[in-house]
């Protein structure tokens, strides 16, 4: 059985002025999200500043969303490292707080082989029991799981279920498609490229947009599932500016300005982060208001 079918929120995790987490502001978040049709939650990933958490902090985060959601939605959490060791670490603590599954990201910097992104994966995945779902996003990491190198982690560690394909190479996540041959469920990681990954059989996304979309990222994914590829399609195209612009700047700069000028509190961000440029800002706010949802 899959974790969840639909649109999941890579979650920002908000901060206080002084740079601590806001945990008042992530609850509100939370109940945004799940009162606006989200289909999971994901916490502490790209989006949630994950690489500028302490231990303690990414370890709080997680056990938080877990009690606020109460089992409301699958709560994933982002627990992935450049360090084996660590990667198991905070894996074991997301499951011992009741994680409904870990997202585990390409370990960045270090350029792992295809084996030792398998060693790594595989390791980190049988030190637990909980769903694992892999994720891909080359532009970041430094680092790409190769559709083979995937496959077979998925056919060789029963708890390995999914992956989070954000390549931006639907040539490549096609020939994913084809070898796994169902083994291994595929998202979309990323939100322009919903509609082509969940034609080829992917089963949702998971979503920057759905921070401040989430009903609208919900039903793109939902058109897709009932088969509406044609009207899936209107939805992302009209989706296409806004998407463009939460990404005009590295992620989660654009989301955090967005859900601000909403009124959400996402606040500021952790250094080497910084506040999202006047011109980009007003583009965003623009394309918001076109949107209809400012």
Same mark, same amino acid.
């Given at each position: 059985m899959s974790i969840f079918t639909g649109a999941a929120v890579a979650i920002?995790?908000?901060? &206080? +002025?002084?740079? #601590?987490?806001?945990?008042? $502001? =992530?609850? &509100? =978040?939370i109940e945004f999200q799940i009162k606006n #049709? *989200?289909?999971a939650i994901v916490i502490c990933g790209t989006t949630g500043e994950a690489s500028t958490l302490s231990h303690e902090e990414h370890i709080d985060v997680i056990r938080h969303c877990i009690k606020t959601v109460n089992k409301r939605v699958p709560v994933i959490?982002? *627990? @992935?490292? &450049?360090? *084996?060791? *660590?990667a198991i670490y905070l894996s074991k603590e997301a499951e011992s707080a009741g994680a409904d599954a870990v997202l585990l990201v390409t370990p960045y910097y270090n350029k792992a082989t295809q084996n030792g992104l398998y060693e790594h994966f595989k390791d980190t995945a049988e030190a637990i029991s909980i769903p694992c779902i892999l994720y891909n996003v080359p532009s970041r990491t430094g680092c790409n799981i190769l559709p083979e190198t995937a496959v077979r982690l998925a056919k060789d560690v029963d708890n390995i279920v999914a992956? $989070?394909?954000?390549?931006?190479? !639907? #040539?490549q996540i096609a020939k994913l498609a084809q070898l796994a041959n169902g083994c291994i469920d595929i998202y979309s990681g990323n939100d322009d490229q919903i509609v082509p990954i969940m034609s080829l059989g992917g089963l949702g996304v998971i979503s920057v947009l759905s921070n401040v979309a989430p009903q609208q990222t919900h039903? !793109?994914? +939902?058109?897709? =599932?009932? @088969?509406?590829? $044609? $009207?899936?399609?209107?939805?992302q195209l009209e989706a296409l500016p806004l998407i463009d612009s939460l990404f005009s700047e590295v992620n989660p700069i654009p989301v955090k300005k967005a859900l601000n000028l909403m009124g959400l509190g996402a606040g500021p961000l952790r250094k080497p982060l910084t506040e999202m440029e006047d011109k980009n800002a007003k583009i965003l706010e623009e394309n918001m208001k076109n949107y209809g949802i400012y």
């Open positions: 920002v995790t908000p901060m &206080n +002025q002084d740079g #601590s987490v806001n945990y008042e $502001k =992530l609850d &509100n =978040l #049709s *989200t289909d959490a982002g *627990t @992935g490292s &450049n360090c *084996t060791e *660590t992956i $989070k394909e954000a390549s931006g190479n !639907i #040539s039903d !793109i994914c +939902q058109a897709c =599932l009932d @088969g509406d590829y $044609k $009207k899936a399609a209107a939805m």
